[in-house]
């Protein structure tokens, strides 16, 4: 072979790989484990870049750990069930199992070529009911624990595809697949108790020193615990059983600007009195349509009903405000109940305006302030504050302070109590779709919901399903419903629910290090694997995921399959950049944008010629055609190639852009490396003592900041590394020995990047064995220091100027360069020193 060939050496190694066994999970005793992992893969069906540069991170690691002697843990499984394959079976009529299944078999033909160090024994789809079974096992002691209970919940309903939509599947108000109008519907469902958790989750951020700040923050966003107060305004003349409108405010300290109270739609109150009133039914029902999220309530139109009925002030009761029903109060926040204070809030102020409420000032900003606002005054708590009519404490100070203040006020008074809340809600599991994860209970006439028996697990799903028509199709299978019940026998029917995907998820991590057991977990192998030591993904998967994994990792402790060490189950988390492209675009008669491949353009024209305007680089998309498909250029430049170009250039944190370019130059200069190794491997030229000695320093010097760069995540400052340390072997005139021996650490150093090449170049050169398993090089001190180094001047103890001398300069020749340079000739004037006082390798001090 003259040249560098991928093609012909690439899948060689991936086999001597495979025979020799080398990345199943080791379980030697004497090493130490290292467990790292990329977020599982949804099979669409056909990797991607960001698929590439994902699993490229993680292998880097992964190889690196191996070299350095852990018994490594690198699995890879398929996050299998889900809508997609539905809608697929609903398109074209196959069925979500043979697709899925498909898909996997597709994906991990595309994945194998990579070359990563998967342990591929320990693969699994979550859609495998060897997988699914346990987590139905799972279920049913979480339901024991009390983790998983049912209740009523107001839901988005997609009365298209006869579905409860997530809220993140509602867009504008319509379900992200049908486009229809979603409804609020209340449906019996059921819930994960992730809330009672909410404290400590909140609190254990902050033992993840390994988790980017910016994700911990979102957690802590998301769980939003707040501190108010909770009380009630008497009611006049309710309905029977309704005296009183219990409400919860973050702000006590506005009480005195209360312009009216608010109730959800869904509050008992509204609905009572919607009984009696079409017109206050008809607004509910509209307020029911459209999304629960709080952002489709924060944008749509502030609207609201008044039921004429009136509260009194706590503090004044001859104080009287106007109930209303309002379409932005939610119903699972707090109490369903708020005072609105248009003074101090934007959307209160909005409603206000609207239905010509007064607007009270609780505090100004200064005690002859204006009180007539026509913007509501909302400073920082932190800020002192004029308060117009305190019920509590100064009128001179700031939010936070009148907030606690009056909660203390009120709690001496018997009007309310200071509450924590959080924002965070339980988890909503029931899904009415057939791909995902049976619900294994059975409803029973006599017994109620009854938990299937252990012994009966899994419920699988049947295969002999239609997709024609919209809703569950396990609802209306003929026989798969009925099941005996597990309590009486008596016929019964099972739960045609199935759960969220995201459970399928949050415990993938655990089942890898027992893919086979025959309870959820192995207890020892999860007590030696966990936890993962490092986790890869993108940060779209910051909040929900990493949240539902830390409930889990929890949940599996109480229910007694995990030690409780492993309760935070990650404990570094690395989210990694996208990859990026340019989008090519032109434009139809109607002047709407048509996109094109990268491919299909060629020095900014089409092949006919037409220009293509370049839009900046953004996320590669398949609706925006920037997409450059990891198979074409595995076949073009080999799998090195891709990987190399996709840990350059960019801190793995953020963006990289995919160029031709740079693609090409990723190729050439792997050629070149392949080049200068086979000249060096056929070489026996002799050199002088000083130049591999030179060599020899640049190797450990290479050594050292490449094994930095691979531990911090600093990929791209690395490989610059290895850019660097290439060229010095290039030009290097050191004998052919010693230019072996940097070359062969070149190819260790570069083994977890480019790991084909590496085995090529290290047999080549004489390496023994795998260059995968063998000992990581480690850089000596003393060779990585330089020949000469820099010396501080003193004269009387201030820095005077600065020398240069060989690192083993004798004492007294180190003085007589000091005493000679101009700075100190200038100092002594002709005269003696006193003293010299030479420090050596640190510096020199003349005493005059
Ligand atoms: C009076 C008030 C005055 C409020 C003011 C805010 C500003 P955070 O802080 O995010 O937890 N609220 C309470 N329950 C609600 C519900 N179910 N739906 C919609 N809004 C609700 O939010 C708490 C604040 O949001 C509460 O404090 C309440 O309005 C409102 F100048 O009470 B506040
Ligand atoms: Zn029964």
Redesign the pocket.
Known sequence: MSRYSPAEIEANWRKAWDEAGIFRAGNDPAKPKYYVLEMFPYPSGRIHMGHVRNYTMGDVIARHKLATGHNVLHPMGWDAFGMPAENAAMASGGHPKDWTYQNIADMRAQMKPLGLSIDWSREFATCDPEYYGQQQALFLDMLEAGLVYRKNAVVNWDPVDMTVLANEQVENGRGWRSGAEVERRELTQWFFAISDMAEELLEALDTLDDWPAKVRLMQENWI?K?R?LQFAFGLNEGPDGFDRIE??????D?LM??SFVGI?PDHPLAKQLEKDDAELAAFNAECRKGGTTEEA?EKAEKRGYNTGLTVRHPFDTAWELPVYVAN??????????????P???QR?FDFATKYALPIIPAFLPSEDADPQLNA?Y?PPKTEPVHYVSTIAGDTWQTGAEAIEATIAFCEQNGVGQGVT?Y?LRDWGLSRQRYWGCPIPVVHCDACGVVPEKKENLPIRLPDDVTFDVPGNPLDRHPTWRNAPCPKCGADARRETDTMDTFVDSSWYFIRFTAPHADTPTDIAAAEYWMNVDQYIGGVEHAILHLLYSRFFARAIHITGHLPKSASEPFNALFTQGMVTHEIYQTRDENGRPVYHLPEDVQDGKLADGTPVQIVPSAKMSKSKKNVVDPIGIIDAYGADTARWFVLSDSPPERDVEWTAAGAEAAFKHLSRVWRIASEIAASDAPGTSEADEALLREMHKAIHDVTGGVESFGFNAAIARLYAFTGVLAKSEAGAQAKRAAARTLAQLMAPMTPHLAEEMWQMLGGEGLVAVAPWPVADPAMMQDDTITLPVQINGKRRTEIQVPQEMAKDEVEKIALATDAVQRALEGAQPKKVIVVPGRIVNVVI
């Open positions: 939003g707040s108010g409400v919860y405010t973050t702000r006590p506005t600007g209360a959800s309530l932005f109060i939610l119903m699972d926040y707090g109490t369903g109940a708020i005072f609105g204070v003074a101090h809030d209160d509501p909302v809340k924002r």
